[in-house]
């Protein structure tokens, strides 16, 4: 099982970026799934989740209004749209997969993670 987190990239404060992550060797089309991140220094912490059917979303407040997570389930991949870009979300991005339908925020929900893809946004 493979997720693979791609899209990020240096963008300017208040730009914008749209990750992907797309899952190989079996589908998640039943399971939630998340993003995480974690800047240098930092442990990694919850940015979004979505539910199995997308219905379910949830965002960390310092996200919210600004990004919205997405799942396609016939692409099985997830997206994270970032807006209103901030220094401080700058990060290591990280996708993640659970074994069960429900959105959670917790990074011990997560059983299935792919590798970081970058974000840096400069001032």
């Known amino acids: 099982v493979q997720l693979q987190a791609f899209g990020g990239g240096l963008v300017q404060a208040g730009g914008s970026l749209r990750l992907s992550c797309v899952a190989a060797?079996?589908?998640?089309?039943?399971?939630?799934m998340a993003w995480f991140r974690q800047a240098p220094g930092k442990d990694r912490e919850f940015v979004a989740a979505i539910s199995w059917s997308g219905a379910t979303t949830a965002y960390a407040d310092s996200v919210k209004g600004r990004f919205t997570i997405s799942k396609d389930n016939a692409k099985n991949t997830v997206y994270l749209e970032m807006n209103s870009l901030l220094p401080e979300d700058t990060a290591d991005y990280y996708c993640a997969a659970r074994d069960g339908p429900f959105a959670r925020t917790s990074f011990g929900d997560y059983k299935y993670w792919g590798q970081g893809t970058l974000v840096t946004v400069s001032s």
């Open positions: 060797g079996r589908t998640f089309s039943n399971n939630a």
